[in-house]
């Protein structure tokens, strides 16, 4: 019997045509974390459950009913990642660079991992990039973390429609007070709660603010606002992040019902949205994560970072169409049946050494001219380059514009590069 292989549910394919945007935000933000000094880190998709059930939180959803947890070989039980801070404070433990004193600002990319149900910008392998820095506790650092998406927005030419929400979870001492506040509200409307909502009362009262069950919005609006619980330093704290943004020129809404779905953190936190996307918004989310370092193992030592996902991102580039068009070959290059492969091979690597920025596309398969002809066409290649016997015999390329209004030409071998890229420059 025949097996059809098809992918899992949630992970999704990308396709050679499909993947100019991609590299283009890939290279946008290699760009702007080497403008801002931040670091690369790679590191493994596989890591232990404890360190996602002790960093993320034990009553989160993505601990609670999204993360791919088996057991190995040896019955150790671990995770695909469902996101990448834990993994990278870590790895700054493992690898000894969270010495006292010290700032380290890294960034990362690759795909993650959450058993979600899938839909419309939201799939079970998803890709992120990540800026985490350790080290800084002020508000500066957060200015710089959100100027340095802004940047990217920018650069992406995806500002439009593009909004930052900002909140404070304020530190722990004012977010057990707050529990308390919470637990207290939430218990006088039991009646209205759902059951993860009741669950979370026991458990995390916080995160029942972040419930998108309809039935529980008006419960949700009408809760005590956490700004009461805050000491004056965490206001303090908050204000100069406000005054900071609104000196760089960005544009800060103050959400008071942001809190994110993960457990670790505590001060800032923000999200940008756009309004460009319906349902799944949120495109960038982050925050200040104090209390995180020191749980996985670290002396006391702050840390703060967001992470955006890049189909969103890239989604919002389709829409406001900013995505680049699919590059096609530059050259194509055809060895009539009279020739040898191993001509036409060879004049595909002189031009490649000619012209090293240009994409030359060796036909391999042979045939007759015209549907060699035919293949360069449909390649979307500029020039094609053709090489048969009568070529080979006197020392020239037979080049055709296959757009474009220019006539073949016969080009001496001497002349060759010099002659493809102006051509080139003319075709384009
Ligand atoms: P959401 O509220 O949309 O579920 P989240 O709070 O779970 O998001 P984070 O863990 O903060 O998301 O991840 C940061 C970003 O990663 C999100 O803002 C979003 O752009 C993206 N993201 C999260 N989950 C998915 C997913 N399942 N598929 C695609 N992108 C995702
Ligand atoms: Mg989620």
Redo the contacts with the bound molecule.
């Keep these: 019997m025949k097996t059809q292989f098809t992918r899992l549910r949630g992970m999704p394919d990308l396709l050679p045509q499909a993947i100019a945007p991609w590299q283009q935000l890939e290279s946008a933000v290699r760009h702007a974390m080497c403008a801002y000094g931040y670091g690369e880190i790679r590191t493994p998709l596989l890591e232990r459950t404890s360190l996602f059930t002790r960093s993320i939180g034990e009553a989160t ?2 601990v609670e009913k999204e993360m791919y947890t088996f057991s190995d070989r040896k019955g150790e039980s671990i995770s695909l990642r469902p ?1 990448n801070t834990a993994g990278c404070v870590r790895a700054a433990i493992e690898n000894g660079l969270l010495q006292p004193g010290s700032v380290n600002r890294i960034w990362y990319t690759g795909p993650m991992f ?1 058993y ?1 149900r899938p839909q419309l ?4 392998q ?1 890709f ?1 990039v990540g800026a985490e820095v350790y080290g800084l506790a002020g508000p500066a650092i957060e200015a710089e973390l959100i100027l340095l998406s802004a940047r990217l927005w920018r650069e992406l030419g995806i500002d439009k429609g593009m909004q930052l929400e900002i909140n404070t979870l304020g530190d722990n001492e004012d977010r057990t007070r707050y529990r308390d506040t919470l637990v207290a509200y939430f218990e006088s409307h039991r009646e209205t709660l759902d059951e993860d909502s009741l669950r979370r009362l026991e458990r995390n009262p916080l995160r029942i603010l972040d419930s998108k069950n309809p039935a529980m919005q008006a419960v949700i609006e009408a809760a005590p606002a956490l700004r009461e619980s805050l000491s004056e330093a965490s206001l303090m704290h908050f204000e100069q992040l406000q005054a900071l943004l609104q000196g760089s020129g960005i544009d800060a809404v103050v959400n008071p019902r942001l809190v ?3 457990d670790y953190y505590s001060h800032t936190v923000f ?1 940008w949205t756009t309004s460009e996307l319906g349902a ?1 918004s ?4 982050g925050g200040r994560y104090d209390g995180l370092l020191t749980e996985l193992g670290a002396k006391a030592m702050p840390g703060v970072g967001w ?3 890049m ?2 991102v890239i989604a919002l580039m389709d829409k406001l169409g900013v995505s680049p068009a699919q590059h096609a070959p530059d050259v194509f290059v055809i060895g009539t049946d009279e020739v040898a492969a191993a001509d036409s091979l060879a004049l595909a690597e002189t031009i490649r050494a000619l012209l090293p920025d240009c994409a030359v596309v060796h036909n391999t398969a042979a045939g007759s001219l015209k549907s060699q002809f035919r293949k360069a066409d449909k390649s979307g290649a500029s020039l094609a380059a053709i090489i048969g016997s009568d070529e080979l015999a006197n020392g020239y390329v037979t080049v055709k514009p296959l757009r474009g209004p220019h006539e073949q030409t016969s080009v001496p071998a001497l002349q060759l590069g010099e002659t493809l890229q102006r051509l080139l420059e003319q075709i384009d």
């Design positions: 959803d993505i996101e959450r979600e910008g939201r799939q079970r998803f992120q994110r779905g993960l999200e799944q949120a495109v960038c989310a992470a955006l996902g189909e969103r």
